[in-house]
């Protein structure tokens, strides 16, 4: 008996690794990275806004299932003034897309040109080849330049 224990413990612990690596890659290919560029940061009339764009490559995936698409969160801050936005990613045919979001800010101070900081996070979830794909943007502290409108 002292000697089946050990036996089964390895191997349990074998065919466990063994089907880990049979589905551990399939499965890590799921979670990736949204290719997402903050390239331009231009006042807005009101100074309270800044119009902020960039490009981002996404798919190809299906996002017409329950949950597909996403949202990027923006933030841009300047000083103390802080301001807040988001992307709706809903095209992901595997080509770039440009995008343009007002960025925002509900404080008294409006924003003013010169250096500022960017922060972009967030995730579109959809489908390739019948496979739940989330793919997640992540830009903690993105140095940019506000220029004039």
Do not use: K
């Amino acid at each position: 008996m002292r000697t089946t224990a050990p036996r089964r413990a390895v191997m349990v612990a074998v065919v466990a690794l063994m089907a880990l690596m049979v589905a551990g890659p399939a499965a890590w290919a799921q979670d990736e990275t949204l290719p997402f560029s903050i390239d331009r940061a231009r006042l807005a009339a009101d100074r309270h806004t800044v119009v902020v764009s960039g490009t981002y490559t996404c798919g190809p995936l299906n996002l017409n299932v329950v949950g597909g698409g996403g949202t990027i969160d923006l933030t841009v801050r300047q000083g103390r003034v802080v301001g807040f936005g988001g992307v709706q990613i809903e095209v992901c045919d595997g080509a770039t897309h440009a995008w343009q979001e007002d960025v925002t800010t509900f404080g008294e101070r409006p924003f003013r040109r010169g250096p500022a900081r960017a922060i972009a996070s967030g995730q579109v979830r959809g489908q390739r080849d019948g496979q739940d794909v989330t793919l997640e943007v992540d830009i903690p502290d993105q140095r940019i330049t506000i220029t004039r409108r």
